[in-house]
Nanobody
Framework: QVQLVESGGGLVQVGGSLRLSCAAS????????MAWFRQAPGKEREFVAV????????YYADSVKGRFTISRDNAKNTGYLQMNSLKPEDTAVYYC???????????????????WGQGTQVTVSS
């Protein structure tokens, strides 16, 4: 029921910032848990951040905590990932995802999200 379209990726230098956006097609997006994952070349997709409905109860991977901020604007059906102090190891394809009925223990699990964006490349150069 939800289609996600990402934007905002690109090439930045170490220490720079990017804001990724994830626009949802459905008016019920506000009811969905929204998350960000990333996948580097040759690596498995890994959890980055997640936020529940209402822009509360957010959780982050240890590797990005303090640098990245997940948020959502339900009135605009859009989720965001603000990325600051970027490092070369942040280089990856970033995906937004949405799901319903997730329990706390599954928020970091890729298989629990039914809807995914196409992915956007983030490259951090030194």
């Amino acid at each position: 029921q939800v289609q996600l379209v990402e934007s905002g990726g690109g090439l930045v230098q170490v220490g720079g910032s990017l804001r990724l956006s994830c626009a949802a097609s459905g008016p019920t997006f506000s009811r969905y848990t929204m998350a960000w994952f990333r996948q580097a070349p040759g690596k498995e997709r890994e959890f980055v951040a997640v936020v529940r409905s209402g822009n509360s109860n957010s959780y982050y991977a240890d590797s990005v905590k303090g640098r990245f901020t997940i948020s959502r604007d339900n009135a605009k059906n859009t989720g965001y990932l603000q990325m600051n102090s970027l490092k070369p190891e942040d280089t990856a394809v970033y995906y937004c995802a949405a799901g319903l009925g997730l329990i706390l223990s599954s928020l970091r699990t890729e298989s629990q999200y039914a809807y995914w964006g196409q992915g956007t490349q983030v490259t951090v150069s030194s």
